[in-house]
């Protein structure tokens, strides 16, 4: 799958001491793309027509043995939903990524990415594929395999877990043009998806709409 960067604009600061890059890739419904960046840069994720998850992940781009998990982020947040100021941890509990801005603050690190097995077993959905194979799908070219595509951190999508100890999926919060800011803090290669599940009426509220990848440097 060909990767389709849009240049958004191209500025450079007379004197040549400093200069800002922006790319723009969006991200069709029920797809997945892939993006290298570079230390420092920030990536902007926007859900453009509202109600609409994305799920994220990275790897070190030096070292694909490296890559995001949800885990020793919770672990070193304490707690399973983050926000700005908090960061993105690896496996090899190293700063992947920090939140800077988020006009949301509702995201899900409690689910995989929803999966050709969840949906034949769990939503009664036989054949259809979801966010894994998308992502491994973006990420194939980049010598990634399915087996290796790690848990997400999953943008706009709103969890909780109830009572019964039992986990809860509900209605995204964030409203057209709502995003959240991530600032690389080593050079990663990124998966993001425009969440495919239009099974049930949570999630995505049962539309699945594109995402905006920003990137500036
Ligand atoms: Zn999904």
């Not at 690896?90 to 949301?104: K, L, Y």
């Not at 036989?126 to 848990?151: F, M, R």
């Not at 706009?156 to 039992?166: E, H, L, Q």
């Not at 509220?205 to 995402?211: V, Y």
Request: charged share 25%.
């Amino acid at each position: 799958m060909v990767v389709k960067v849009q240049p958004l604009s191209m500025r450079f600061v007379q004197g040549g001491m400093s200069m800002t890059e922006q790319t723009y890739i969006e991200v069709p419904p029920k797809s997945g793309r892939a993006l290298v960046v570079k230390r420092g840069d920030t990536v902007r994720v926007t859900d453009i027509e509202g109600c609409q998850v994305a799920d994220f992940v990275c790897f070190n781009e030096h070292d694909h043995k490296e890559f995001l998990s949800s885990g020793k982020t919770r672990m070193n947040a304490w707690k399973v939903r983050i926000s700005t100021g908090d960061v993105l941890f690896s496996n090899r509990n190293r700063s992947m990524f920090t939140i800077t801005a988020d006009t949301v603050g509702v995201h899900d690190l409690l689910f995989p990415p929803c999966n050709r097995w969840l949906y034949q077993h769990v939503l009664g959905a036989p054949g259809k594929t979801g966010c894994l194979e998308n992502l491994s799908e973006a990420l194939k070219t980049h010598g990634i395999e399915e087996d290796q595509v790690p848990d997400p951190f999953n943008l706009f999508m709103n969890t909780s877990v109830g009572p019964d100890n039992k986990l809860q999926i509900h209605l995204p919060e964030s409203k057209a043009g709502d995003y959240i800011e991530l600032k690389a803090e080593m050079d990663c290669l990124i998966g993001i998806t425009s969440c495919a599940e239009d099974v049930s009426t949570e999630c995505n509220g049962g539309r699945c709409t594109p995402i905006g990848v920003e990137t500036r440097c």
